[in-house]
T-cell receptor
Framework: QKEVEQNSGPLSVPEGAIASLNCTYS??????FFWYRQYSGKSPELIMS????GDKEDGRFTAQLNKASQYVSLLIRDSQPSDSATYLC????????FGQGTELSVKP | ETGVTQTPRHLVMGMTNKKSLKCEQH?????MYWYKQSAKKPLELMFV???????ENNSVPSRFSPECPNSSHLFLHLHTLQPEDSALYLC????????????FGPGTRLLVL
């Protein structure tokens, strides 16, 4: 079992729709959870961090964490073509471990 | 300069060459990291430095040699690399070595011929 697993892509959504990105992790001792966005040929940039169960909202982005289910998700509301990128889930159980990323494509 | 900078941005080297990658952070952070990103694979942590001391070596081959002269600078010395070492090498920094957010540099795209 991979330590951090993301739903396989590419994920394609129409402009204005909600994009839902999912991530599961294996280490129950994980303390911190991050979502990074990586445009093609660029480095990862932080979108959201979440540390406790529940939802955390920042603009069009909502991160959801359920430690009991070892699940973290990212919702992007009113998706825009500029949101097209690879989204990386990262989990901290002592060191930062990244998932393989989900490629999101928002079609105009 | 702001954030995390890396030089060079692109590097082509032969298997017998020796080269170095440089990373500098302007954020006042105390921890710095080297990651390798290969196509279709997750980011792989290579080395961690906290207050200039190496705290993690993730079973990286000895042909990669890190150096951290101070909390703001990190180097990755490369020698006798293999073609499979071709990848994007990313430097990151964080306030402390822990659950704090890591901020990434633009990366060095390395091609080993």
């Amino acid at each position: 079992q991979k330590e951090v697993e993301q739903n396989s892509g590419p994920l394609s959504v129409p402009e204005g729709a909600i994009a839902s990105l999912n991530c599961t992790y294996s280490d129950r001792g994980s303390q911190s959870f991050f979502w990074y966005r990586q445009y093609s040929g660029k480095s990862p940039e932080l979108i959201m961090s979440i540390y406790s169960n529940g939802d955390k909202e920042d603009g069009r982005f909502t991160a959801q964490l359920n430690k009991a289910s070892q699940y973290v998700s990212l919702l992007i509301r009113d998706s825009q073509p500029s949101d097209s990128a690879t989204y990386l889930c990262a989990v901290y159980p002592g060191k930062l471990i990244f998932g393989q990323g989900t490629e999101l494509s928002v079609k105009p | 300069e702001t954030g995390v900078t890396q030089t060079p941005r692109h590097l082509v080297m032969g298997m017998t060459n020796k080269k170095s990658l440089k990373c500098e952070q302007h954020l006042g952070h105390n921890a710095m990291y080297w990651y390798k990103q290969s196509a279709k694979k997750p980011l792989e942590l290579m080395f961690v430095y906290n207050f200039k001391e190496q705290t993690e070596n993730n079973s990286v081959p000895s042909r990669f040699s890190p150096e951290c002269p101070n909390s703001s600078h990190l180097f990755l010395h490369l020698h006798t690399l293999q073609p499979e070492d071709s990848a994007l090498y990313l430097c990151a920094s964080s306030q402390g070595q822990g659950k704090e957010t890591q901020y990434f540099g633009p990366g060095t795209r390395l091609l080993v011929l």
